[in-house]
């Protein structure tokens, strides 16, 4: 299938609904994450999508490759700090945030 624009690849669309949910997991008080972790965080799961996107836009194979690889990098990136805030949680509805968080990062990375 061809797509003709990044919007309508499911990897985007899947990356795209991570950062939402990744945005709204910053929000909670219950996340006790100092405020560059949040930032970090927060720039790292954003990537995932934008690179996915310049990649598109390039035209070139070469180019593409590159920024899929790198968002690639931002999906493993946001998966680890999202694991390490796993390991410590305490409050049960945030570990199941926080993993199935890590299950669409660690999708977004096999799709790409």
Avoid at 69 to 81: C, D, K, L, Q, T
């Amino acid at each position: 299938m061809t797509y003709e624009r990044f919007e309508d690849l499911p990897v985007w669309k899947d990356s795209a609904r991570l950062y939402e949910d990744v945005e709204a997991l910053l929000e909670e008080s219950a996340l006790h994450a100092s405020r560059g972790f949040r930032d970090q965080l927060d720039r790292a799961t954003l990537s995932i999508s934008n690179n996915i996107a310049e990649g598109f836009e390039r035209g070139t194979t070469n180019e593409l490759l590159a920024f899929l690889y790198i968002a690639r990098g931002s999906a493993g990136e946001v998966r680890s700090m999202l694991t390490i805030k796993l390991r410590s949680a305490r409050d049960a509805e945030l570990k199941r945030r926080i993993s199935n968080l890590v299950s669409l990062a660690e999708s977004c990375s096999r799709q790409l």
